[in-house]
């Protein structure tokens, strides 16, 4: 997987997790994500937020379950879930998604808006697509309607896939 350019060479690098109600996936991601760049290094090149499509949970917490996997694996846990914004295209270098629905609606939007904000569909990727040996499904699934042993297996996807990231993001910005 190739990462695009930095947007503003001279700012950190802007990535932003991107699920549907910015709860489960996504805020366990930009705390995996975050972590990892911390031991890299690499947190002073490199800002992460996330956000969700839907507005359900605007302003709430996470979803207990997420935040007690996330304690429990030793992950910071405090979040206050926001809605992804058009403007929001404005300052991302990249923005990765947690499956195709949220990947086809987002899609619509940098469609429709990205041109005005200078963001291309090519900053658009799936979060997984960086996972190695991810196997054929580039999703990472919903585990809110699920048990506990969802949102570990979101976990160790998240992982992965953070891993994959924070090492394409050394090669990228530190050479």
């Known amino acids: 997987m190739s990462l695009p350019e930095p947007r503003d060479p001279a700012g950190p690098y802007r990535v932003s997790v991107v ?6 996936r996504s805020p366990m991601a930009e705390k995996v994500l975050t972590a990892d760049l911390e031991r890299a290094g690499m947190s002073d090149l490199v800002r992460v937020d996330s956000s969700g499509t839907g507005d359900w ?3 709430g917490g996470m979803d207990p379950r997420a935040a007690s996997t996330l304690r429990v694996h030793g992950y910071l846990t405090d979040h206050t ?25 987002l899609l619509r939007v940098v469609e429709e808006r990205g041109e005005g904000f200078g963001f291309e569909p090519s900053r658009l990727l799936l979060f997984r697509s960086f996972a190695p040996g991810r196997g054929p499904n580039p999703e990472v699934p919903d585990p809110y309607y699920g048990g506990d042993d969802g949102f570990t297996a979101v976990l160790n996807m998240v ?9 394409e993001l050394v090669t990228r910005l530190r050479g």
């Open 57 to 59: 949970h605007v302003g």
């Open 159 to 167: 992982e992965a896939a953070a891993k994959g990231l924070t090492n």
């Open 81 to 105: 879930a926001r809605q992804f914004a058009p403007t929001d295209l404005a300052d991302r270098d990249l923005i990765l998604v947690m499956d195709l629905d949220n990947y086809d609606d």
């Open 19 to 24: 699920c549907l109600g910015n709860i489960c």
